[in-house]
C-alpha cells in the first residue's frame, strides 16, 4: 500500500500539471476565437497538450499494472478521463475552424473482464498508435468510456455511440471494427 500511495502522488502531481496545461490551453482556444491566431500555432499546441496527456497516462497504466491495492489508481485514471473528455469538448470547435489537423477519439472500456474485449483494446490500441506515429497531424484522445462521467455520457448520446471499443474520427466517422491502419488512412484529411 506504501508504494502505490507513493504512485498515486506521483500521478496526482501529473494530474495537477495536466490540469494547468488544460487551463492554460482553454485560454489559448479563447484568445484564438477572439484574435483570430494562427491555426498552425492552434494545431501545434492542441497536438502538444495531447501527446502530454497521453504519455501521463501511460505512466499512470505502468503504476496501475504495478498493484491495485486500493481505489486510488481508478480514480486517477476517471480524473484523466475527464481530462481527456475536456481536450476532446475543447478541440471540437478549433477542428471546424481550422481543419488542419485529425482527430482521433477512441473509447475503450476500463472495467471490463472480458479477454476478448480487452484483446480487442489492445489490437486497437497498437494500430491507433501505429497511424499517429506516421502521421504527425493526428491528435489521438484515448478516453474510457465507462467512467459515469456525465460530459462524457452527453458526448457519448450526442455520436450516438453504445458500443465498445468505438473509433471517432474528426468528429463525423464512426468505426466499430478494426484490424489494420488502413481502414483509418482514409478517414483523415
Not at 98 to 117: F, H, R, S
Amino acid at each position: 500500500m506504501l508504494i502505490e500511495t507513493g504512485n498515486s502522488n506521483k500521478i496526482n502531481n501529473l494530474y495537477l500539471q495536466s490540469e494547468i496545461s488544460l487551463t492554460d490551453a482553454m485560454a489559448g482556444l479563447k484568445l484564438t476565437e477572439v484574435s483570430n491566431l494562427d491555426c498552425e500555432a492552434l494545431k501545434i499546441n492542441n497536438i502538444n497538450f495531447a501527446n502530454q496527456v497521453y504519455e501521463e497516462a501511460k505512466l499512470l497504466e505502468k503504476y496501475e499494472t504495478s498493484g491495485k491495492l486500493t481505489g486510488g489508481m481508478k480514480l486517477l485514471h476517471k480524473k484523466y478521463d475527464l481530462l481527456r473528455t475536456i481536450l476532446w469538448m475543447n478541440n471540437q470547435d478549433s477542428l471546424s475552424r481550422c481543419d488542419n489537423y485529425n482527430l482521433i477519439i477512441y473509447l475503450y472500456e476500463y472495467e471490463t473482464e472480458q479477454i476478448t474485449k480487452k484483446a480487442t483494446q489492445k489490437v486497437w490500441s497498437k494500430i491507433l498508435l501505429d497511424a499517429k506515429q506516421e502521421q504527425d497531424d493526428i491528435l489521438l484522445i484515448p478516453i474510457a468510456a465507462d467512467q459515469n462521467l456525465t460530459s462524457l455520457n452527453l458526448l457519448l448520446t450526442q455520436y450516438k455511440i453504445e458500443q465498445f471499443p468505438a473509433i471517432i474520427i474528426n468528429n463525423n466517422q464512426t468505426i466499430y471494427e478494426l484490424t489494420n491502419i488502413n481502414q483509418i488512412q482514409p478517414l483523415l484529411s
